[in-house]
C-alpha cells in the first residue's frame, strides 16, 4: 500500500525541516512525498533540495493552501493520501506504519488520530491536546470533526467525492471531511494516540474576525453538501475546542 504525503509550503525555510525529517525517518517504505510550494522566495526549496525522498516537488504561484491541496491530490500516485503541511511534523517514526495497519484490519476507508499544537518558537511546549475519540457519525452534528492533519483518507474517496472547495478561505478540509463522513458515509478507524505535532499560527486562528469567518464557512459547508446541522451544531464545534487547553 503506497501512502502519498502531501506538503504544500510559503516561505516555510525555517519549518520545513521538521517536517522532512519526520517523512523521511518513518519506518514504513513505500511513502512519496510530495512539495507543493507557492513559490517561496525564502530558501524553502534549497531546504526540500537536500532531501533524497522527496518524489515530486513544485514551486510556483498558486491560488492559496487548498488550491495547492488539491495540486498535490492531482499529482499523488498513492493508495493512501494525507496532508502534512511545512508547519507540522509526524510524532515519531511509527506513524505511517500505524495507518496503515489501522486501515487493512478494519478495512476503513479513512484513519486518524490526535494532534497536539506547541508553540511556534517553544515546539516542547504543548498548548492544546485535539483528542478525536471513537469515531461516532452522529458527532458531526455535535460540531465534532477529526484534526485534518491527521486525517488519511485512501484515494478512492477523493475519486469519489472529489477534491477540496476553493471557494472557502478556511473550511474547505472540514466541508471535504463533512462530505467523506456525513454525506458519503464512509467509515472511519480512530488510532488513540497523537500522530501530528502542529506549530500554532494557523489562519482561521489568527484573530478574532477570522475565527467568526471560519465560523460562517463551516456552516456553509452544511448547506452546499445539502446537510442539514442541527441549530447549535456551529456553536458547538469552536466550543468543543475549550477541552483541548485544559486536557494537554
Known sequence: MKVSVITTSYNSGHTIKDTLMSVATQDYANIEHLIIDGGS?????????????????????????????NKGLQLCTGDVICFLNSDDWYISPHVISS???????????VAYGDLQYVQQFNPE?????????????KNLYYGWMPPHPAFFAKK????????????????ADYEL???????????????????????????SNASLK??????????QAWVMNDLKPMIFTRYLKPIRKIPQFLFR
Open 99 to 109: 495507518v496503515v495497519n489501522c486501515l487493512q484490519q478494519s478495512h476503513c476507508n
Open 210 to 219: 477570522n475565527r467568526l469567518r471560519a465560523n460562517q464557512e463551516d456552516h
Open 177 to 203: 471531511m463533512l462530505r467523506i463522513l456525513l454525506k458519503h458515509e464512509h467509515d472511519a478507524c480512530y488510532i488513540p494516540e497523537v500522530l501530528v505535532k502542529m506549530r500554532l499560527g494557523g489562519y
Open 156 to 171: 478512492e474517496v477523493y475519486e469519489e467525492v472529489g477534491f477540496f472547495n476553493t471557494e472557502l478561505t478556511s473550511a
Open 41 to 69: 522566495k525564502d530558501g524553502t526549496m534549497q531546504v526540500v533540495s537536500k532531501f533524497d525522498h522527496v518524489s515530486v516537488a513544485v514551486s510556483e504561484k498558486d491560488g492559496g493552501i487548498f488550491h495547492a491541496m
Open 125 to 137: 511546549r504543548i498548548v492544546r491536546t485535539w483528542k478525536s475519540g471513537r469515531f461516532r457519525r
